[in-house]
């Protein structure tokens, strides 16, 4: 852990912590001192992993299973949590999922799952977490905000994505949600932001850098000149939970390598 940890004290959830940037911001967290749920749908035994790793570097945390669409799954996962931690601080909304095809052989149910737990998940368990805000209000020693959520967005909430229909239209829809909650939510002293990571190294997009050749017609994409690691994504989001981002609500920070700065105009001056 951390010399100084930055949330000590402060309870988190991430949700789909199990793999890729869930797992590494779960991590993070932990290192700097947060008490951490690691949420998961599949694959406890990851889970208890996850868990062990925080343990092992003197962290706490519990491994909690619930679908983030599917809204009695949520709810009791929060009962299991404020039965664990007694409450929550920060909530970082990870779960996510692809289900790739042209619009024209798109089923409506690969549009929906998408849709369903990559948007309707973030509002079930931003919906739990500020009524919890809401009802304890600030604890002075802990942090200077109510609560602190953070969603996982992405660049494809600006860059158009074909072939992603369903996917770029929940992260759209982060994009709204999110500034609508930071708007409505300020007053209470709770921040609402996002994160919007490029490409990053994890399953969910394993064909787009598993090979030398996809790697490399990937990296034509990323000025930066290499792919993020999931730990790129963790110092963010350690940062947008602390009090050091306190001024900072309703904005998505992207961490992408310059992805957003149209890399194919580099060349074309
Ligand atoms: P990943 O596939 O490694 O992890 C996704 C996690 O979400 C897994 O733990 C999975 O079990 C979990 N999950 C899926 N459905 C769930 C459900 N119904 N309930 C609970 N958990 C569920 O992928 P990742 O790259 O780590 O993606 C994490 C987030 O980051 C996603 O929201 C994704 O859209 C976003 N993101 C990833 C990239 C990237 O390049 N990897 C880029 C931009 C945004």
Known sequence: MNSNPRLKGQSALVTGANSGIGLA???ALANDGANVVVNYVSHPEVADDVVKQIEKHG????????????????HA????????????????NNAGIQKDSPIESMSLADWQLVINVNLTGQFLCTREAVKEFLRRGIVQERSCAAGKIICMSSVHEVIPWAGHANYAASKGGINM?????????????????????????TPINKPAW?????????????PYGRIGQPEDIGKVAVWLASDESDYVTGTTIFADGGMLLYPGFSTNG
């Open 77 to 92: 996962m929060f009962q299991q949590m404020y039965d664990k931690y007694g409450t929550i601080d920060i909530l970082v």
């Open 210 to 222: 598993d090979t030398p050749e996809a790697l490399n017609k990937l990296l034509t994409l990323i």
């Open 59 to 74: 962290g706490n945390a519990i491994a909690l299973k619930a679908d983030v669409s599917k809204e009695d799954e949520v």
């Open 177 to 201: 949600m999110m500034k609508s909650l930071a708007q409505e939510l300020a007053p209470k002293k709770i921040r609402v932001n996002s994160i919007g990571p490029g490409a990053i190294q």
């Open 25 to 27: 911001v779960a991590i």
